[in-house]
């Protein structure tokens, strides 16, 4: 998992919560890097893992609402660094739909290392399904990032998630009448 995820969770944490939270958190999940991440970086994801969970017993928050958190967080923070992905995008809808062929293809070619989940979708009238895989299991971390696009275009769209056998999860997003 590419270093900036880890920096921009550490950054939130900060944020959030305050810097003595991340020193502890650090030091309870006790990562092979110290703590120490680079954005161009490059990590094992369990370290990301290793650290939300001590932040979860830490604060009496679900790991899973965190990640979630974390995604949104995460999304603005994208917007931030990279607005060029975001030029043009008329709705929500649009912008979603083209995160495998946009901007995964962009981020390949900026970091050719990167180890992507991978989005399925497929548009109807009124709404659109996603089927994100990934060997890594961080759904809750797409369920923030897709709400927080949600919210960065306004809102008006119901996000749905149904969590296959497989591992996989299909997320719906419904136009809101």
């Known amino acids: 998992m590419k270093g900036m995820v880890f920096t921009e969770f550490l950054e939130m944490v900060e944020m959030k919560f305050s810097a003595d939270m991340v020193d502890d958190i650090i030091d309870d999940s ?3 890097s110290g703590g120490a991440y680079t954005a ?3 990590y094992d994801h369990v370290e990301l893992v290793n ?3 001590a932040l979860s017993k830490r604060c009496d928050i679900p790991v899973p609402t965190l990640v979630q958190v974390f995604g949104e967080h995460l999304f603005g923070r994208f917007h931030t660094l990279y607005p060029t992905f975001f030029a043009g995008q008329a709705s929500v809808m649009d912008f979603l739909e083209g995160i495998e062929t946009v901007i995964h293809t962009e981020v390949r070619k900026l970091y050719p290392d990167a180890q992507l989940p991978q989005f399925d979708c497929t548009r109807d009238v009124g709404g659109l399904q996603m089927r994100y ?3 890594r299991h961080f759904g809750d971390l797409a369920e923030g990032l897709i709400k927080g696009a949600v919210a960065h275009f306004g809102g008006g769209v119901q996000v749905s998630r149904l969590d296959q056998d497989n591992g996989d999860i299909v997320f719906d997003l419904r136009t809101l009448a």
Do not use: I, K, N, R
Request: charged share 0%; glycine share 8%.
């Open 40 to 42: 161009v970086g490059t």
């Open 51 to 53: 650290m939300v969970v």
């Open 133 to 135: 895989s990934s060997p």
């Open 30 to 32: 006790a990562p092979p």
